[in-house]
């Protein structure tokens, strides 16, 4: 690496080499208990070769012409023979749910 970050490690305080048992920890306590585990804050750091460029803004050229298409709905044929006992049955057993609902 060219410009390493430097870091602390931490060692786990945990469950390992505390006699603090994780499963065991909240209960009994109230709502809103902190344990006593010290948290660190990571402060960020600015490394400029390693930042972003600032961002391009590109507007939008102007609009295209919409075309509409006007389109008359098609009718399903009417059903004939057995199609047409299905499709009275379906609508029986819907109608059925909808009463036993």
Not at 21 to 49: A, H, Q
Request: charged residues 30%; contains cysteine; proline residues 13%.
């Amino acid at each position: 690496m060219v410009n390493p970050i430097s870091y602390a490690v931490t060692v786990p305080g945990g469950y390992i080499d505390s006699p603090i048992d994780p499963k065991t920890l909240y209960e009994n306590r109230r709502r809103g208990y902190v344990d006593s585990e010290p948290m660190l804050e990571i402060e960020p750091v600015l490394i400029p070769e390693l930042q972003l460029p600032p961002p391009t803004v590109i507007s939008h050229g102007d609009y295209e012409p919409v075309e509409r298409v006007v389109s008359v709905e098609k009718k399903a044929p009417p059903l004939k023979g057995e199609d047409r006992v299905f499709e009275q049955i379906a609508r029986d057993e819907l109608e059925i749910k909808c009463l036993m609902d």
